[in-house]
């Protein structure tokens, strides 16, 4: 069974600095993708970034990469120069690759993150 | 905005009623998923539909149902409803959702459901 752990429940970070999102997986699969999502205060989900499991280089979306270590089973997210805007409960998530079947969602529970002015 | 539109935003009923929760995939999109948001459980998978046919499922009861309609748009129907199904239910669409480790769901705005 695939599960996601992230340790941080809340964290607090100064407008502007870089902040790092752990995540752990644990997955017996070869093949899989790493997700992370945003929600704001408002509720919805956003999509933020993705990882698949043979990718070579780390993903970047804008301000947001993924520090993806394979042998560790880290896929950590990091903000480089954080808004207020940023402030949000923060998902990872992960799926595996099937040939057929469902492409479900196993998501963590979540790291609140405060940006301070 | 994800381009996945779900109906109502807000819900408020009583226990033991019926209600419907609707969900219109993106564009182009042939895969819907319902998920369950809940303080105590988190976010777990319900169901997913990949154009019309049930794919598989997930921690859903037997008193809850989904469908997808030949327009793709979902259905997700919760009947005999409990307080503990109070929960924010979100729907999300991707392109086939056949495996590939690409296919990004999308979320819609979800509807809070509440119980009382």
């Known amino acids: 069974a695939q599960k996601i752990t992230q340790t941080q429940p809340g964290m607090f970070v100064q407008e502007k600095e870089a902040v790092t999102l752990d995540c752990t997986y644990d997955?017996?699969?070869?093949?899989?993708?790493l997700f992370w999502y945003k929600q704001p205060s408002s509720g919805e989900m956003i999509f933020l970034i993705y990882q698949g499991s043979y990718d070579q280089q780390n993903a970047t979306e804008g301000r947001y990469s993924l520090n993806f270590q394979k042998a560790r089973k880290s896929a950590n997210l990091v903000i480089s120069a954080s808004q207020l805007g940023d402030s949000a409960m923060y998902f990872c998530?992960?799926?595996?690759?099937?040939?057929?079947?469902?492409?479900?969602?196993?998501f963590g529970q979540g790291t609140r993150l405060t940006i301070n002015p | 905005d994800s381009g996945v539109t779900q109906t109502p935003k807000h819900l408020i009923t009583a226990t033991g009623q019926r209600v419907t929760l609707r969900c219109s995939p993106r564009s182009g999109d042939l895969s819907v998923y319902w998920y369950q948001q809940s303080l105590d459980q988190g976010l777990q998978f319900l169901i997913q539909?990949?154009?019309?046919?049930e794919r598989a499922k997930g921690n859903i009861l037997e008193r809850f149902s989904a469908q997808q309609f030949p327009d793709l748009h979902s259905e997700l129907n919760l009947s005999s409803l409990e307080l503990g199904d109070s929960a924010l239910y979100f729907c999300?669409?991707?392109?086939w959702g056949g495996g590939a480790l690409t296919d990004t769901q999308y979320f819609g705005p979800g509807t809070r459901l509440t119980v009382l």
């Open positions: 999300a669409s991707s392109v």
């Open positions: 998530a992960m799926t595996r690759n099937r040939r057929e079947g469902a492409q479900k969602l196993v």
């Open positions: 539909y990949y154009n019309g046919e």
């Open positions: 997955t017996s699969d070869p093949s899989y993708g």
